[in-house]
């Protein structure tokens, strides 16, 4: 059955500082991944997607994540972050952009 | 960028109660779903809806749970008797693909079973 796991449930980092947010999934065949944001009130963005090609892929607000496929790994990277980028993010597989298996989620906390 | 719009934000209702949520997807997207997150928990998987059917469904959509595309622009989701357990934000989305687009989902819907 697919899975995903977020290990962190909650980080700290210091604005301006660098990001890594950790995804591992389980899948059965080649994974489609994703990440989505939640800010307070609000419904959740796609931050990025990756279906196949690059393992590196770019996504909106400056983010970015790498698909390794050795490891079942897609973690999220911003090299700064800004105060703006506290949110609730959570890392998805699926089928094609179809029934969709979320992570816990990551809440990211930034100190000014 | 268009945007899913899901009403009301907040529902209380006692338990046993029927309740309905309701969402406004994009004009054009034909594929339709329903995702939950329990306080606390992941976002779950519901209910896939496309050309006026239901095209996939969870273990957790039992016979206390429909859906419903009543006219051209609504969708929504049904509880029947609803328990103290369906409290959650209820999420919408919309796809106008089954393939690679991506979901564009609502802003939620809390509900809270007393």
């Known amino acids: 059955a697919q899975s995903v796991t977020q290990p962190d449930i909650h980080i700290t980092v210091s604005e301006g500082a660098s990001l890594e947010l950790r995804c591992n999934y389980s899948y059965g065949a080649t994974p489609y991944l994703f990440w989505y944001v939640q800010s307070p009130g609000q419904g959740l963005q796609l931050l990025l997607k990756y279906f196949s090609g690059d393992t590196l892929v770019q996504g909106i607000k400056g983010f970015e994540a790498e698909f390794k496929r050795s490891q079942s790994s897609f973690n999220l990277r911003k090299p700064s972050v800004h105060w703006s980028d506290a949110a609730e993010y959570f890392c998805?597989?699926?089928?094609?952009?179809?029934?969709?298996?979320f992570g816990q989620g990551t809440r990211l906390t930034i100190n000014p | 960028e268009p945007e899913v719009t899901q009403t009301p934000s907040h529902q209380v209702t006692q338990m046993g109660q029927e309740v309905i949520l309701r969402c406004v997807p994009i004009?054009?997207?034909?594929?339709f779903y329903w995702y939950r997150q329990i306080l606390g928990q992941k976002v779950e998987f519901l209910v896939s809806f496309y050309n006026n059917e239901i095209s996939e469904k969870s273990e957790i959509f039992d016979d206390q749970f429909s859906v419903e595309r009543p006219d051209g622009s609504n969708f929504t989701l049904k509880i029947r008797s609803t328990k103290l357990e369906d409290s959650a934000m209820y999420f919408c989305?919309?796809?106008?693909?089954?393939?690679?687009?991506?979901?564009?989902f609502g802003s939620g819907t809390q509900l809270s079973v007393l």
């Open positions: 989305a919309s796809s106008p693909d089954r393939g690679r687009e991506k979901l564009f």
């Open positions: 004009s054009n997207h034909l594929y």
């Open positions: 998805a597989v699926g089928d094609g952009a179809q029934k969709l298996v």
